[in-house]
């Protein structure tokens, strides 16, 4: 299943990883995370910045950036199997610009379970695999998680 998210209570800002992923968090502990396309604001220190083109990170450092009050404002994200091996070239070409990204069930890193990309700081899409966890993410949100069919 693939939501949108617009508004929402339960999160302080558009992209707020923490708020984003405190439904399924739990269910996405092991995985690898590969960050591309990428625009942020913080006050923290993070395993991000501008003079790269993708970052990937260990769930560990996924969970503190995840928990670092940073707002992702472009980019995507994307959980994949910590054994996936990274092909550099196709993963530097990702971004969240890309209009395949209003597509339903269409993975811009097909290899990842789950991605979120951010879009202008206006709408955060998620993209499952998992069932379970789209249901998860949908029961928490409620009427907040739209289908991304929906949206015109």
């Known amino acids: 299943m693939n939501w949108v998210i617009r508004n929402s209570t339960k999160i302080k800002f558009h992209t707020d990883l923490s708020g984003i992923l405190k439904p399924i968090w739990d269910e996405l502990s092991e995985y690898k995370w590969i960050i591309t396309d990428v625009d942020f604001i913080t006050d923290n220190e993070i395993s991000l910045n501008f003079e790269e083109d993708f970052f990937v990170l260990n769930s560990d450092e996924f969970e503190k ?5 940073t707002q992702i ?14 092909n550099t070239r196709e993963i530097s070409k990702v971004s969240a610009e890309d209009f395949n990204v209003w597509k339903n069930d269409v993975f811009l890193i097909p290899e990842s379970d789950l991605e979120i990309i951010a879009f202008d700081s206006g709408y955060t899409i998620l993209k499952f695999k998992n069932i379970e966890l789209s249901n998860k993410f949908k029961d928490y949100f409620g009427k907040e998680a739209i289908e991304l069919q929906k949206i015109k």
């Not at 950036?65 to 009050?69: F, R």
């Not at 980019?75 to 091996?85: D, R, W």
Request: no cysteine.
């Open 65 to 69: 950036l995840m928990k670092s009050n």
């Open 73 to 86: 404002i472009w980019g995507v994200i994307a959980a994949v199997n910590h054994e996936f091996q990274i």
